[in-house]
């Protein structure tokens, strides 16, 4: 089965510190993506990447960076985290074919007080 | 712009049959796919479909008309464990590009 790992189910941080959302998968896929969930709107786009030191923006990518080093790791940074950055963020991953599932991480749950 | 719409809830009893619909309106079109999420849970992949028609996969099934903008869900044989929500997604352009989703339809199942 493949594992999209998520280095953190709950996370707290203050209002512009750097904050560091890491997220592993163990299958050899190369697109990786970032959403994030907020109740009443559903999954939004971050960023995505289809290879290594590759990345895209997606719908709402201001406020955060990426950082794709190795296949298996996207990195989601917020620069100076803000309280309207409190949400839910989920990592994915899929292999670049016609019918690719997207395979999900378990989601970091980040509030900024 | 791109747009998926989707009810926000529904309510269905055990044993019946519920159908849950999806308009979209996108630049492009490459396949549209169905996930069901449980409560503080990832979304899971239930179904996907590119060309006209349904597609049946055990209780579920899911039927799109690229003409009309538009997809469902069926769901037969309501079980308890199918509240969830459900999420409509479209690939807008080539294969490997990132999904759009709609905002979920939450459907919750009594006895």
């Known amino acids: 089965d493949v594992k999209v790992t998520q280095s953190s189910r709950y996370l707290v941080k203050r209002t512009g ?16 993506f970032w959403y994030r969930q907020d109740p009443g709107l559903g999954l939004r786009l971050i960023y995505f990447s289809y290879d290594v030191k590759m990345k895209e923006k997606g719908d709402i990518p201001e406020g955060y960076s990426v950082s794709r080093e190795k296949k298996e790791r996207f990195s989601l940074i917020l620069e100076s985290a803000s309280t309207n950055q409190t949400s839910m963020y989920l990592c994915a991953s899929s292999f ?3 019918d690719e599932k ?3 991480g378990s989601g970091t749950q980040l509030s900024v007080l | ?10 309510t269905a009893t ?16 490459n396949g549209l796919f169905w996930y069901q999420q449980h409560a503080g ?16 996969k055990g209780r579920f099934s899911s ?4 003409s009309k903008g538009y997809s469902y869900l069926l769901l037969k044989e309501l079980q308890m464990k199918d509240s969830a929500s459900y999420l409509c997604a479209v690939r ?8 759009i989703f709609g905002k979920g339809t939450t459907l919750s199942v009594s006895s």
């Open chain 1, 17 to 32: 510190e750097k904050v560091f959302l890491e997220c592993v998968q163990d299958m050899d896929h190369e697109n990786m």
């Open chain 1, 96 to 98: 670049p074919n016609g």
């Open chain 1, 102 to 104: 997207l395979f999900f």
């Open chain 2, 1 to 10: 712009g791109q747009n998926i719409d989707q009810p926000t809830e529904m």
């Open chain 2, 14 to 29: 055990e044993g019946a049959i519920v159908q849950i619909n999806c308009t979209y309106q996108t630049s492009g079109f």
């Open chain 2, 41 to 56: 849970e990832a979304p899971t992949f239930l179904s996907y479909n590119v060309l006209d028609g349904l597609e049946e």
């Open chain 2, 63 to 66: 039927f799109l008309s690229r």
């Open chain 2, 92 to 99: 807008a352009n080539q294969a490997g590009t990132a999904l």
